[in-house]
């Protein structure tokens, strides 16, 4: 066996034994205590690298747990490191503070992906954002929700209250039980399909957009035939540019109208869908 293909061997063994170290790590686990448990809390998580899921329970405490999955650089070996053990670093970094109901989550592993799992207070409103390597899941939770996951995919399931929700390269897939009357709301995805259930009693207003995909729902919408004015904006006076643009988009009402709601999509299906 030469050299180069016994290097190849070692660094896939030790690749896959830091995946089953990072399986068998035990999570790092904090649980906070709300400055006033009879209010609805508010929970702010971001994370660089991994994936939140954010369950609600009939708890009065919000329960954090984060678990690396190890490193995803890929391993290099040299003369310096041959015969060597790769020590895998299981910690995530956690960090959580508390201030009058508002509870903010984070890591400070920035390479390694985290992945958290939050038990939130069933009222309780959300601000979750992920950028690489994780998906968001929310379910049961009734309050503002408001997601944001560049690279991964977002489910929300069985919530209720408002939510603003974007997958830009993913997958947004929302069920709302409730909605909280006369708050608007919006769903977008460049590169993923949106496909948002709604109670049959919705009232809204809706502005629906999808570029290279189409458009389904279940409900009666009442589309509102009527052009609509051009957007202009004229900046020659500052050196700029004079602008007409013509919004591309559906605009009708579902139910008789109501708060607005906003669907932009660019390479996948829209489906507005009606609840059971």
């Known amino acids: 066996m030469n050299r180069k293909y016994c290097t190849l061997i070692c660094a896939w063994i030790l690749s896959v034994a830091g995946a089953l170290y990072a399986q068998d790590a035990v999570p790092d686990k904090v649980t906070v205590t709300l400055s006033d448990p009879a209010r609805p809390a508010q929970v702010k998580a971001s994370l660089v690298a991994g994936g939140i899921t954010a369950k609600a329970y009939d708890g009065k405490d919000v329960v954090i747990e ?129 496909d948002v259930t709604f109670p049959a009693s919705l009232k ?15 409900f009666d919408i009442k589309v509102d035939s009527n052009t609509r004015p051009p957007l202009v904006e004229d900046s020659r006076g500052k050196g700029g540019k004079y602008r007409v643009r013509i919004e591309r988009a559906i605009y009708g009402t579902i139910n008789g109208g109501g708060p607005e709601i906003q669907f932009k999509g660019f390479n996948g299906n829209i489906y507005i869908r009606k609840g059971k």
């Open 204 to 218: 809204a207003n809706v502005v629906i957009k999808s570029d290279n995909g189409e458009i389904f729902s279940d």
């Open 66 to 194: 984060a678990k690396s999955r190890g490193s995803r650089r890929e391993s290099k070996s040299s003369e310096k490191s041959e015969g060597m053990k790769r020590l895998f670093n299981p910690n995530t970094g956690l960090h959580v503070t508390e201030e009058n109901n508002v509870v903010d989550v984070g890591t400070s592993s920035y390479n390694n992906p985290v992945d958290l799992n939050i038990q939130v207070p069933r009222k309780t409103s959300l601000k979750l954002h992920c950028v690489n390597d994780g998906d968001i899941k929310v379910s049961g939770v009734q309050g503002e929700i408001e997601v944001n996951d560049v690279n991964g995919a977002v489910t929300l399931t069985g919530v209720a209250g408002s939510v603003v929700a974007h997958a830009l390269n993913g997958d947004l897939v929302v069920s709302l039980s409730e909605v909280t009357p006369d708050k608007p709301m919006s769903f977008s995805s460049l590169n993923g399909k949106i």
